[in-house]
Each structure stands twice: as structure tokens, then as C-alpha cells.
């Protein structure tokens, strides 16, 4: 019978196998020795891993703590993580392609939980103090659970996407959307080959719990699967677990987002002055709407940086924020008139737009609520609207309605198709004659 010396069985004599000293030198030896010392000299001594149910995160995670005793107290550490209930087991993560890494992370945190509670001047602070000593030396003399800077990570693919020359416009659509899946998930810890049908399926529920639509809930979904395809290109990602073959993203109806042509005449005919004295700004975001129109839909982030070196031959040249699509409107005569009215000597800029509002999307915002009071529930995105369904009211081909607004048929019939200008000029003249000989109609 081989005597007992305190320590593991694995670290006894075991048949005709001897341990050498050198075994015992090793590093990672001592630290396990040292810790099964301190539970037999420190019987109340008990440090282990749980999981804390008390409190369910919106992921449906609970986070994992370390627990500890002393002198009658028990003492939690949050170590950063949080697990699915399934996901733990006997002070064990399971069931995920992170537990692995977690667990030799936390085993090593345990140790360093019981070596700091055997210190002799520790044993004679009460529990505050001790609690406070093992959050601070754990936070400070760790490494942080994070996987940030594993390029599989979706922090780290992410930003590589956010370095690329997209719009402001697409990287703010993916801040946004970086948000509100960290308020489902701990983003730091994600890893892209976790991006898998469930977790799309349950990040779809918690998304339409919060209340958001099918559209907005798909933008959020594109964007994701954007930076999976990026994750690919990279090679961090596999494209035998690309899990949107199997998720479909849900797209909805848009609404119909278009005037009569008496309500056109309308808003065109509005004067704020008979019922709003001294509203001039009224009047401003009434001819910035109407110019959008006139110029084929428009989108007034478009109509804010026009400036006079925009324009060349009576026509303006501008590629499209949404696409980068080149645009390219002929000037008619409404339009000079409306530009003509508000802009000011010696600006460069066609409008006073850019100087009104801080940015397109204040713009956009403040001509939507003058809009309102002109007309309930119209926004400036109904003269886009309205000038598409206009046009094809007078049988104007797709072709020529995506062309005038700098929208390209996908495939390649967008490779091959070409319109001349002055198709897209008739087109537009049309459109505006129809407006000009139609008279209001009393509803």
C-alpha cells in the first residue's frame, strides 16, 4: 500500500511508475499542490464555479461566477461570462466552441482564488476586504476573457469591414447593428463560426420581441450575413457552416409611399402664410420637396451637396449617396425657379441646405416634421415616390423610371442596359407637364 503524502493520486508512485523530481519542478505541478494544500490545511476553505440563476440576461444567458467562503460569507467573482443553463454542467461550460477555452481560463482563476485566501495577512481581514482584494487582483493580474483579438472573433471582422471604403451611411447601419446585438450577446466573446441557424433564429425572436418590423429586423440580418461573407473571403470562416443557406431572411411589403395628383398640387399650391404668419420655413422645406420632385425623386441627402460645379450643360451630375450610382437630370424650369428663390449670391451650393441643417440626416428630419404640418403622414421620401408612380401612369418604361433615379436593374440586364439622356429628359418632362395641366380636385 503506498502511503498517502498529501497530495493527488496522479502525483503518487502508481505501480512501478515513479515520479521524478523534476515532475514536481514543473510550474503548473506546484500551483496544483499548493491548491490541494490549502484544502486540507483549510477544510472551510471552498472555491468553485457556478452558474448564478438568479438573474437571466435578455440572451437567455446566466453569467458565470466564481463562488467562495470565508469566515461564514460567500463571496462571488463575475468572471465576464454567461452560458445557456444547458451550456453548464458540474462547474463546467459544454456545448459551445468557446468551452474549451473557457474552462482552462476559469481553472486557472480558481487557483489563483485559492493561493491568494492561504496568504497569512490575508487570513486576518474580514470578508469585505478579502472580496475586495480577489476583485482586484483578478481584474488586474489576468488576462481578460475576450476573444477580441482572434481574427475568427466578429469584433475583429467588423472592424476590418468598418477600414473599407464604404458610405458613412452603410457603416452607420452597422454600428447600429453591432448595438443592438450586444444587447443580445456579449459581442466581445463572439466568435463567427458561432453565427449559426439557432443562434440567427433566436436573435430573429429577440429582435421581434423588441418590437422592430420585418424589414427592419431583415437590415439587421443583411448585415450580419455581410460580415459572415467577409469572415469567408478571410478565411476565418467556413463556408461548409455558412448558416444562411438554411435562414431566410424575411423581406416585407413596402408601403406605397405616393400623392394623388391632386395632393401634389396641394402641397406645390401651399402657402403657410394664410394660416401660419411669418412661417417661412414652411414655405423652404415646401420648394425643397417640390425641387426633389422636379429633379425625378431626388432624395434630398442628395439635394443637400449639390453645388454649381455639380452642374455642367444645364444638367446636374451626381452619383447617388444610397448606391454611388451616377445620376444625371436636366435642369427644367421649375427647378431654376425654386433654386433661383432661395439661393443665396455667391454660394457655391445651389441650396442653403447644407448651411440650414448640420447634416443630411437633421435635414431630412426637419423637412419631414414641416412636411407634416403642410400635409399629414408625407415625408420627403413621397416625391420619389410620387414621381415613380406618375410616370407610370403614363406608361414611362421601369427601365427609363430606374434610370431617371439612379436605381439599376440587378443582373445583366444592368450590365448591358443603357438609355440615352434625353429618353430620361422626355421622361421627366412628361411627368412635370402632367402636374403643370392638371388642375385641383376637391376630394
Not at 514536481?24 to 506546484?30: C, H, K, L, M
Not at 452642374?311 to 424650369?333: D, H, N, S
Request: aromatic share 8%.
Amino acid at each position: 500500500m503506498v502511503k498517502g503524502n498529501g497530495f493527488a493520486p496522479d502525483l503518487q508512485q502508481s505501480g512501478t511508475k515513479r515520479v521524478t523530481k523534476a515532475h514536481f519542478a514543473s510550474p503548473r505541478v506546484q500551483i496544483l499542490q499548493q491548491s490541494i494544500r490549502s484544502r486540507l490545511t483549510n477544510p472551510m476553505l471552498a472555491v468553485s464555479v457556478i452558474l448564478d440563476k438568479r438573474r437571466r440576461k435578455k440572451d437567455g444567458t446566466f453569467p458565470v461566477k466564481i463562488r467562495y467562503s470565508w469566515k461564514g460569507h460567500t463571496l462571488y467573482y463575475n468572471t465576464g461570462i454567461s452560458v445557456r443553463e444547458e451550456n453548464f454542467r458540474d462547474g463546467l461550460i459544454i456545448g459551445t466552441r468557446t468551452a474549451r477555452i473557457y474552462n482552462a481560463l476559469l481553472s486557472e482563476r480558481v487557483k489563483a482564488v485559492e493561493l491568494l485566501l492561504i496568504d497569512h495577512e490575508v487570513r486576518q481581514m474580514d470578508h469585505r476586504a478579502v472580496k475586495a482584494l480577489v476583485d482586484e487582483t483578478l481584474t488586474e493580474a489576468t488576462e481578460p476573457l475576450s476573444v477580441t483579438d482572434d481574427p475568427a472573433s466578429l469584433v475583429a471582422v467588423y472592424e476590418a469591414y468598418m477600414e473599407r471604403p464604404v458610405s458613412e451611411k452603410t457603416k452607420t447601419c452597422m454600428r447600429v447593428m453591432m448595438s443592438k446585438l450586444s444587447g443580445y450577446t456579449d459581442t466581445s466573446r463572439l466568435l463567427v463560426k458561432e453565427i449559426d441557424l439557432a443562434f440567427l433564429q433566436d436573435f430573429q425572436d429577440y429582435l421581434t420581441r423588441d418590437g422592430l418590423s420585418v424589414n427592419g429586423i431583415g437590415n439587421y440580418m443583411r448585415n450580419i450575413r455581410t460580415l459572415y461573407n467577409l469572415a469567408i473571403d478571410r478565411g476565418v470562416a467556413s463556408l461548409e457552416d455558412y448558416p444562411f443557406r438554411r435562414f431566410r431572411i424575411k423581406r416585407g411589403r413596402t408601403l406605397h409611399r405616393d400623392l394623388t395628383l391632386p395632393e401634389l398640387i396641394r402641397i406645390r399650391d401651399y402657402d403657410p402664410e394664410s394660416e401660419y404668419t411669418g412661417r417661412k420655413p414652411l414655405a423652404f422645406c415646401r420648394d425643397m420637396f417640390m425641387l426633389s420632385f422636379y429633379l425625378c425623386g431626388l432624395n434630398i441627402a442628395d439635394l443637400v451637396s449639390l453645388t454649381e460645379e455639380d452642374v455642367r450643360a444645364g444638367y446636374i451630375r451626381v452619383y447617388r449617396k444610397k448606391t454611388a450610382e451616377p445620376i444625371v437630370t436636366l435642369l427644367q424650369p421649375e427647378a431654376l425657379e425654386i433654386i433661383g428663390r432661395w439661393r443665396k449670391e455667391g454660394d457655391p451650393y445651389l441650396t442653403p441646405l447644407h448651411s440650414t441643417y448640420t447634416s443630411p440626416v437633421q435635414c431630412v428630419r426637419n423637412i419631414n416634421d414641416a412636411m407634416a404640418v403642410i400635409q399629414k403622414g408625407v415625408t420627403s421620401y413621397y416625391a420619389r415616390h410620387t414621381w415613380a408612380t406618375l410616370a407610370g401612369t403614363l406608361g414611362i418604361s421601369p427601365a427609363i423610371i430606374n434610370a431617371a433615379q439612379g436605381r439599376v436593374p440587378e443582373g445583366m440586364a444592368g450590365i448591358y442596359t443603357h438609355l440615352p439622356q434625353e429618353v430620361i429628359d422626355e421622361a421627366n418632362r412628361r411627368v412635370l407637364d402632367l402636374v403643370k395641366g392638371a388642375e385641383e380636385v376637391d376630394e
